[in-house]
C-alpha cells in the first residue's frame, strides 16, 4: 500500500515562495499519477497539480498557472510544488495524492486518487 508524506508548508509573506515536497513509499514509484490538492476552510478540496512519475506529463490548474510548478526527483521518489509570488487566497491545507497509471496524462480530480498523504499547512499573511 502505497504513503505519501508531505512536508515543507509554513507561514510566509506575500510575495514569498514555498516548495512543498510529497515522499512515497510503500510502492514502486514509477507508473503513478502524483496530484497536489488544497483545502481552504469551509471550501472543497481544489486539485492544482499533477504529474506522471514515468511518462512526465504535468497538468496546471488555471488558478495557479504561471506561478507554480510541479516537478519530480524519481531518485528521491519524491514529486515537488514549487510555489512562488505567494497569495493570501493561497492559504489552505495542501495534500498530496496517488494513483498507479500506465502513462499519459494526469487528472486533477480528487475523485480519480485513491491514496493520500496527511497535509501540510501553508498560510500566506499580507
Known amino acids: 500500500q502505497v504513503q505519501l508524506v508531505e512536508s515543507g508548508g509554513g507561514s510566509v509573506q506575500v510575495g514569498e515562495s514555498l516548495r512543498l515536497s510529497c515522499v512515497v513509499s510503500?510502492?514502486?514509484?514509477?507508473?503513478?499519477?502524483v496530484g497536489w490538492f488544497r483545502q481552504a476552510p469551509g471550501k472543497g478540496r481544489e486539485g492544482i497539480a499533477s504529474?506522471?512519475?514515468?511518462?512526465?506529463?504535468?497538468t496546471i490548474a488555471a488558478s495557479v498557472k504561471g506561478r507554480f510548478t510541479i516537478s519530480r526527483d524519481n531518485a528521491k521518489n519524491t514529486v515537488y510544488l514549487q510555489m512562488n509570488s505567494l497569495k493570501p487566497e493561497d492559504t489552505a491545507v495542501y495534500f498530496c495524492?496517488?494513483?498507479?497509471?500506465?502513462?499519459?496524462?494526469?487528472?486533477?480530480?480528487?475523485?480519480?486518487?485513491?491514496?493520500w498523504g496527511q497535509g501540510t499547512q501553508v498560510t500566506v499573511s499580507s
Open positions: 495524492a496517488a494513483k498507479s497509471a500506465p502513462g499519459g496524462s494526469c487528472p486533477n480530480r480528487e475523485s480519480a486518487y485513491a491514496s
Open positions: 504529474i506522471h512519475t514515468t511518462t512526465g506529463p504535468a
Open positions: 510503500g510502492e514502486t514509484f514509477s507508473s503513478k499519477c
